[in-house]
């Protein structure tokens, strides 16, 4: 059974390698592939209002994400999450664990709506699971993402209104 | 005629207050009514790319847009822009004209679309214009907007493919 709890800044070299990992590969993310550690601290831990962990039984952590407010001011109803499992962790459910907590985080924190800017459309078991959890694809941006295999292709962007 | 051209350090005392009664309107952008200076002045003029202003044939500033990318490091090809004309010069076509001239910048700085990431649905004024020059609306997000009027309304996300 996996528990999900607020980031501590011991987490850190857990959670920076998996983020590398993710953005390095250049098919789920916009960060670049390149990015530094410390872009990577800015993005996910300092620039959230929230980031948390996903740990085992034993402690260790097997994945991460962050909730912020996706827009400023008369948008900051609206939040936005990005997820990252460490590649070991996949196909456990902890992508939907994490998820499902974020929406009971998002709530508590008074936001009434989650939405996914950039959803890479050939990330079919993101967009696959985030269907399940109940988020529609309000929209579709052609090419907006550049794929480090295929080149460039459609984002999706995706959206749940949240019920208290 | 109108002129558009770089912003410059002395264009600011003409900007900030076409900026500030926009932003207090609380009818077309997601930033806070109460946006002070120093934040308008962080997100129109630090944070972009570039910043114009568009003037009269005496010089006035009139207008101003800036553009930036919409995403960092894979998404970063799709740049962003958001257009403010003072209330004075309303209706002569210079939305019109700053859009047409920031998507010639924006190929010009290799830019490979334009994505408007939150256009209020109820400015009908700017939903017709921007699909006049060639804008999609590729996603509506439900009542992602507090519209300082009439709540919560819808937001649409629009998008243009550029091309050279």
Redesign the interface.
């Known amino acids: 059974m996996i528990s999900i709890r607020r980031y501590q800044e011991s987490d850190w070299p857990a959670v920076w390698p998996m983020l590398h990992a993710t953005?390095a590969a250049?098919e789920t993310?916009?960060?670049?592939?390149q990015?530094s550690e410390a872009q990577a601290y800015h993005s996910w831990i300092e620039a959230p209002a929230a980031t948390y962990v996903a740990c085992a039984p034993d402690g260790r952590v097997l994945a991460t994400y962050y909730l912020k407010a996706n827009?400023?001011?008369?948008?900051?109803?609206?939040c936005n999450c990005g997820f990252v499992v460490s590649s070991e962790a996949e196909g456990q459910g902890i992508a939907s664990a994490m998820c499902q907590h974020a929406q009971r985080e998002a709530v508590a924190m008074g936001f009434?709506?989650m939405?996914f800017?950039?959803v890479v459309a050939t990330n079919e078991r993101a967009v696959r699971l985030w269907k399940k959890l109940g988020f529609a694809v309000?929209?579709?941006?052609?090419?907006?993402?550049?794929?480090?295999r295929l080149g460039?292709v459609d984002?999706l962007?995706m959206?749940k209104?949240l019920s208290a």
Chains 1, 2 share one sequence.
């Open positions: 953005f250049g993310y916009a960060y670049a592939p990015t827009q400023p001011g008369l948008g900051s109803h609206v009434l709506a939405q800017n950039l309000v929209g579709t941006l052609p090419g907006a993402y550049r794929h480090q460039l984002a962007v959206y209104t």
